[in-house]
């Protein structure tokens, strides 16, 4: 095996982007379920996932990250796995079910992910959590330095791999790196909830570009750099030595031409009128099951509207679909039942032999079927109490190509920076939240039309791969053609 150091130079000498985009993400685009012996290898539903799926196919690189099941998993089951990620060109990263449980759900799901979202009620790290996300960081390091190419680039993706840049950046001076965080970033309040925060934006500062999806992560991370770190920050340049890291507000968006044709299509629209019944406006919400998506928030307006506004009873209904998600972490399970519950009451109290005020679906959905609902959906609930971006609101959008029906859009979204003219609403503020509702419901004709119209403008302008563009761009990388053109 080359030593790092003559592989380092080896990579100077080669005319950039000539190689090939590295995609490093904890989740790859397929997750892997293993029921009784029986392997599904369904799509992963989640915004890194569903957002650079396209991204991927386009550059024809690698993907790597971990397919969803333990190492332990039986040989001729992972032979499959590995076959089928090779197809879509992933590679797994094998991770024990005693590190999927330390590093994946307790450090990163269980005490950075809260932190990331401004939760200061999240657990204290245990340091064996934390010795098993440095041993997993270091395993996927050097699954990358084991792929990497004369002229590739690295994208490493999300909270999962923190230490990543840095360990790759000890062994490859000269590789282009990237880093990309799907969610908000912290305030200092939060951060120090984190007793290994200062390795871990460290461990960021090893990539060359740092990129987030608004100018105010943006400036907390350069904050968190300059008070946890000490260290020189000028404008969006943060010095690492001799090199210089740039961090970028690059908002991440979604493959609009795919939403748009599924929007265009004929059965998608009869679909969608399956889901709705005479008389009844339908109000849809869809998203992971996650105490950030204000499900129980948007829940408990609902029951408001009924209460307060009898006349909808029997006129609307919400549809929910929530996909199953970290169900192994506590806080998630206790999410699933209290929204359960819930429903429930909500049904229990209002609903009548004709009526039921709330369906709920716990599962996944895809392609027609998703873009079906965002059809069938006279309003579109997006109610996050903090979401980096939201990319369910840029979705629904694209695929309204008949011009109509409303976006009711948490101001905590990130997408709410781009998408002005959705009814803005404060996730937390229920009596706001049902006043919403009845807003949209009410809402004339030519007012949606308009809003809609606009928000659709804003989310052509600045598709997924237009956003990868720029982020390869500020990399300083020649692979921006291999990401194609845009929409509009
Ligand atoms: P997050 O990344 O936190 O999950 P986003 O809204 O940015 O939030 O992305 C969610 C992605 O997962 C979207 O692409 C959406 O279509 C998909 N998704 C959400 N809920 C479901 C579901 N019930 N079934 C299938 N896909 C889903
Ligand atoms: O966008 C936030 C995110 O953590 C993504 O990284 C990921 O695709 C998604 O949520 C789903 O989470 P998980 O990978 O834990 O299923």
Not at 173 to 185: K, Q, S
Not at 208 to 219: F, M, Q
Request: net charge positive.
């Amino acid at each position: 095996m080359l030593r790092p150091r003559l592989l380092a130079s080896r990579f100077a000498a080669v005319r950039p982007g000539t190689g090939r985009v590295l995609i490093v993400s904890n989740r790859l685009p397929l997750t892997v379920r293993v029921d009784d012996g029986a392997v599904a290898i369904v799509p992963s539903a989640g915004g890194l996932a569903t957002g650079l799926r396209g991204v991927h196919e386009r550059s024809g690189g690698l993907w790597i990250g971990w397919t969803g099941v333990p190492a332990e998993t039986p040989w001729p089951t992972r032979q499959v796995i590995d076959r089928r990620l090779a197809s879509i060109g992933a590679l797994g990263v094998p991770l024990s079910a005693a590190e999927i449980a330390g590093f994946y759900e307790r450090y990163a799901n269980g005490v950075l992910w809260p932190v990331l979202h401004d939760r200061t009620d999240g657990p204290v790290p245990a340091d064996a959590d934390w010795e098993l996300y440095r041993v997993v960081n270091e395993r996927y390091a050097d699954a990358v330095s084991r792929e990497l190419r004369a002229g590739d680039v690295v994208w490493i993706h999300d909270y999962h791999l923190m230490l990543v840049p840095r360990l790759l950046r000890e062994r490859h001076p000269d590789v282009r790196i990237g880093f990309f965080l799907h969610t908000p970033f912290p305030d200092l309040e939060a951060l120090a909830r984190v007793p290994q925060r200062a390795a871990l934006l460290d461990g960021l500062l090893g990539a060359d570009v740092v990129g987030v999806h608004t100018t105010a992560y943006a400036t907390r991370f350069l904050d968190a750099v300059r008070s946890v770190l000490g260290r020189d920050v000028r404008g969006h340049g943060v010095a690492d030595g001799t090199r210089e890291v740039t961090v970028r507000a690059c908002a991440m968006s979604i493959d609009v031409a795919a939403f748009e044709a599924q929007g265009a299509d004929a059965r998608v629209a009869d679909h969608a009128r399956s889901l709705r019944r005479d008389g009844e406006a339908l109000l849809v919400g869809v998203d992971r099951l996650d105490y950030t998506k204000g499900i129980p928030e948007r829940l408990a307006a609902f029951a408001r509207l009924l209460r307060d506004a009898p006349e909808w009873r029997g006129r609307v209904r919400l549809l929910q679909i929530a996909a199953p998600s970290r169900a192994a972490v506590p806080a998630y399970r206790a999410l699933r039942a209290r929204v359960e519950a819930h429903v429930e009451r909500i049904n229990r109290r209002f609903g009548t032999a004709s009526w039921t005020p709330v369906e709920y679906r716990y599962e996944c959905v895809e392609g027609s079927a998703l873009a079906a609902l965002y059809r069938a959906a006279d309003v579109m609930l997006v109610t996050p109490v903090r979401d980096g971006m939201n990319l369910v609101a840029k979705e629904f959008v694209a695929t309204r190509t008949d011009g109509d029906g409303v976006l009711v859009l948490s101001r905590q979204a990130g997408a709410a920076a781009e998408l002005r003219t959705a009814l803005l609403v404060e996730p937390n503020d229920i009596a706001g939240l049902a006043r919403a509702y009845a807003a949209a419901l009410t809402m004339p004709s030519p007012e949606r039309r308009v809003r809609m119209r606009r928000l659709r403008g804003a989310v052509r302008r600045h598709d997924v791969f237009q956003w990868a563009r720029e982020f390869l761009l500020a990399l300083g990388s020649g692979h921006v053609g291999l990401v194609g053109r845009t929409v509009g």
